[in-house]
């Protein structure tokens, strides 16, 4: 599996973080920026993540902005994304189970880099429902 990874300024940190975790867990990177912590803004990163995993050149993304929000807002104009912001260990659940989140979106000025960690590792180890959760996915596509 290889994942994408981008972060403005307000996340760069947590995509570090998330960057050597999941490295240890095995797993292809993809980064994307930033790589430090001047001012960028996140649109750009958004839509690369979104981008590259539209495209297929990553099989899921992970982004990181101040809140989240921004960041997966750009990413959802990409066609094929669902990007899903998430702040507990219930979202990073039900973002796989339920909606087949292929980016989840963190606030690195809301949660922790263990919060982060801990909510990747869920996403990534949640087996996504078929059933009327396809259908509904199916309606978004569409
Ligand atoms: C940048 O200061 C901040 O606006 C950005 O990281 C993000 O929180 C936007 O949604």
Redesign the pocket.
Known sequence: MKIALAA????FQMKEALKAHLVERGIEILDLGTDSEASVP?PVYGKACGEAVASGQADRGILV???G???SIAANKVKGIRAAVVTNEFMAEMCKAHNDANIISF?GRVITIEEAIRFTDIWLDTETEMGRHAERRAMIEA
């Open positions: 403005d300024h307000g996340g996140y902005c101040g809140t929000i921004g960041i606030g």
